[in-house]
């Protein structure tokens, strides 16, 4: 399988994981020392910081799930432009758009930065953007 191949399938897999809210085997899908940044506009740095920051996102999230649009990848880097239903047995309740830039070491997530096409998916989580 050449790099990019690897590199998505990782990033499935993560994915599905991710769905599922299980931030114990998200973690295990995570370097030691992983970069994430969340919607928020947060950067938050290393396994403890990160399982605080899902375990709090997993609550304001328990209703709704992300769909893959599409995803591409070009050497250790993935790009997933996602639709995420604030509920999904209820998806009239609204989503949003947005996308995911990883990269990936091993078989494993060493950064996922999350970008959103508006405030508003941030808002409905009752989170609030840093100020400038």
């Known amino acids: 399988m050449d790099p990019a191949q690897d590199v ?11 769905n599922q809210k ?8 995570m370097t030691p020392d992983v ?9 938050f740095e290393g396994q403890e910081t990160v399982r605080a920051v899902l375990d709090r996102a997993f609550g304001l999230m328990s209703a709704g799930w992300f ?17 995420y239903v604030f509920d999904k047995e209820h998806p009239e309740r609204g989503h949003i758009r947005g996308a995911d830039v990883f ?10 930065f999350s970008y959103v096409k508006s405030e508003e998916f941030v808002q409905k ?3 609030q953007l840093p100020s400038s």
Do not use: C, P, Q
């Open 8 to 18: 998505l399938a990782t990033v499935e897999r993560f994915n599905d994981v991710f």
């Open 22 to 29: 299980d931030v114990e085997a998200v973690m295990e899908m």
């Open 35 to 43: 970069v994430f940044e969340n919607t928020s506009g947060g950067r």
């Open 67 to 83: 769909e893959t649009e599409e995803i591409t990848a070009l050497g250790d880097r993935a790009v997933v432009l996602w639709n």
């Open 103 to 112: 990269r990936v070491r091993g078989d494993r997530v060493a950064e996922k």
């Open 125 to 127: 989580l009752g989170l």
